[in-house]
């Protein structure tokens, strides 16, 4: 379903918990990219890699972290530091040729506080 | 860095009406629009984009425009259907800036039969 599988679809998080949201692509995609959308807002840029071993910094990547180990992957940690985890996160890839930067996404993640 | 505003937040049309949603981009430098349809719970769709070099595309009842000059965009709807109900992004992105979409904030779009 679209190449881009995320996992999983409901996720709830502790106070003081780390929690790690799954993003895996087959599309053999360079660039893949993560959005948290709050309601009635657009997609805001958390973190973004485009080649394994290098990610950079998206708008609101406080309280985040990511790893690039694999093309394939690219896994979203949510800290204790974020204060307001509560949020849809949606992941997505691009094949980041010139002419085609078309981006594809992952069917998200709902994440909620206990 | 980029930044994309988006009008209106919401729309409401009859059925069979034309919609239009407006966005704005501050970075001469962007080069690649697209348009996002997003239902409730689901992942957004690309619907239709357009490049600087372009002043206009269509793709049957849905068109998009572009103003290099004054850094703006639009979506066109026409004959609009209650299946055209949904949350519509704009974005504008850079080649060079590893290809990242800086989204506008969405149009909820509500097509009234």
């Known amino acids: 379903d679209g190449g881009i599988t995320q996992s999983p679809k409901y996720l709830f998080r502790k106070e003081g918990q780390n929690v790690t949201l799954s993003c895996e692509q087959n599309l053999n995609h360079d660039a893949m990219y993560w959005y948290r959308q709050d309601p009635g807002q657009g997609l805001r840029l958390i973190y973004y890699s485009q080649i394994v071993n290098d ?35 949606l992941c997505a890839s691009s094949p980041l ?15 909620s506080v206990l | 860095g980029e930044n994309v505003e988006q009008h209106p937040s919401t729309l409401s049309v009859q059925e069979g009406d034309s919609a239009v949603i407006k966005c704005t981009y501050s970075d001469s430098a962007s080069n690649y629009f697209p348009w996002y349809k997003q239902e409730l719970g689901k992942r957004p769709q690309l619907i239709i984009d357009i490049r600087s070099n372009v002043g206009e595309k269509k793709d049957q009842r849905i068109a998009v425009t572009l103003n290099k000059t004054a850094k703006h965009f639009s979506l066109h709807i026409t004959e609009t259907q209650p299946e055209d109900s949904a949350v519509y992004f704009c974005a504008a992105s850079h080649y060079n800036q590893g290809g990242k979409l800086i989204f506008g904030q969405g149009t909820e779009l509500s097509v009234k039969p």
Do not use: C, H
């Not at chain 1, 694999?70 to 530091?81: N, R, W, Y």
């Open chain 1, 97 to 111: 040729d010139r002419g085609d930067e078309k981006l594809f996404f992952g069917s998200g993640t709902q994440l």
């Open chain 1, 55 to 89: 990610f950079q910094k998206g708008d609101i990547a406080e309280g985040y972290s990511v790893s690039r180990e694999k093309k394939e992957s690219f896994p979203l940690t949510v800290t204790s530091a974020q204060k307001n985890p509560t949020a849809f996160y």
